[in-house]
């Protein structure tokens, strides 16, 4: 089936890049790749295993993008049509597959599905803040990048505290909500912005998602963490995630959806040791290097690893330093505002959130080597 509709394809009906699948993938790729790849449309089998097609179906229209389905069937059954139609189809293609055919099954889902050209499709960034270990100080950044994102022009701009077991945010800032992200995935296919506006809490103009107050595993609602993004996205122009670790499931679908994540380390070795294992497990779970930032926190000449060392030590390249800034920090969190502008913490943070929120490339500098002795063995 696929051989014959690639003819009809690449006749020049349909525009864009496709992506073939030669299975029907389990519920939890199906949200991922939702969420990673934001297909305008899926042509699905439904003849090779009907039960398995009408779960891709139900999958896909419960989706908040809600990604229109174009059924394909090898034979007029009436009966079996109606069946996937009403699971959430939107048309239907028999064979033998035509260009009229699927001209007639696009209109249908135009028709269904119309654009609003003054409302571009997912376009917001998500960057998720990871610690490398614990008390580099990833929280401050991720949330003093927000109120930077805001203030250099980002019209809509999220902070989320998706850490389940550790979360400190609403300590730090003292914020209070009845409503956690578990309320935004326990109603992720009917987040409207009556519903969204109840579940966050706004604070100098950037919208904060906390965490519950009783720390919870999550584990059992990973699978609803790729529509929850994809809500984010077409909400919001910046979106900062902030995670308590690089560990685990959770953190790992969550880095997955996103568009980069930051590593943040501090020049202490165990933090550098910490930051090598957390690269090696990203990477392990199909997370490139590529995609990752690395983010050096409170940097000192006269303490511990230099730049040099670090990126020696990791084989990474660092995308920023920020530099120590305690006294600043300490008062911006004991009276819970974010950091000054005018600081040199203030200013770093202002010039990274730039290159995020502004895409500006990243200046490059060659590689120096391998690991130094100290990491050889991790």
């Known amino acids: 089936m696929a051989n014959e509709l690639s003819g009809v394809i690449s006749s020049g009906v349909l525009e864009g890049k496709t992506l073939e699948c030669r299975t029907y993938p389990p519920s939890d790729s199906l949200t991922d790749l939702v969420a990673g790849k934001h297909p305008e449309l899926c042509l699905l089998d439904c003849c090779s295993d009907s039960e398995e097609a009408f779960r891709v179906v139900g999958h896909l229209s419960g989706q908040p993008s809600k990604v229109p389905v174009i059924a394909l069937f090898s034979g007029n059954d009436p009966e079996l049509v109606l069946r996937f139609l009403r699971r959430g189809a939107a048309a239907f293609l028999l064979r033998p597959f035509s260009e009229d055919g699927l001209r007639t099954a696009l209109s249908r889902v135009a028709g269904l599905f119309p654009r609003d050209p003054a409302t571009p499709a997912s376009s917001g960034k998500v960057y998720c803040v990871i610690p490398a270990k614990g008390s580099c100080g990833a929280t401050t950044i991720a949330s003093n990048l927000a109120c930077q994102a805001k203030q250099i022009g980002a019209a809509k701009v999220l902070l989320a505290d998706l850490d389940p077991l550790t979360s400190t945010l609403a300590f730090l800032w003292k914020l209070q909500s009845q409503y956690s992200f578990r309320d935004a995935l326990s109603r992720v ?190």
């Open 189 to 378: 296919n009917e987040l409207d912005d009556d519903v969204w506006k109840a579940l966050v809490v706004n604070y100098r103009g950037v919208d904060i998602l906390l965490s519950p107050e009783t720390p919870a595993s999550c584990i059992e609602e990973t699978h609803y963490l790729g529509g929850l993004v994809d809500h984010f996205r077409r909400a919001y122009d910046a979106i900062f995630l902030d995670l308590g670790n690089p560990y685990g499931a959770w953190n790992i679908k969550l880095a997955k959806a996103s568009d980069g994540v930051l590593l943040v380390v501090t020049s202490e070795v165990p933090a550098v040791y910490g930051a090598q294992r957390a690269l090696a497990y990203l990477e392990r779970n199909g997370i490139q290097r590529s995609r990752v930032g690395l983010v050096v926190n409170r940097a000192r000449k006269d303490f511990g690893l230099d730049p040099d060392d670090i990126e020696q030590a990791l084989g990474t390249e660092i995308m920023h330093v920020l530099p120590d800034d305690r006294d600043a920090i300490a008062g911006a969190l004991m009276e819970a505002r974010p950091v000054p502008p005018g600081c040199q913490f203030g200013r770093s943070l202002a010039e990274l959130a730039a290159r995020l929120v502004q895409r500006k490339p990243v200046a490059r500098k060659p590689q120096t080597g391998g690991l130094l002795s100290l990491f050889s063995r991790a």
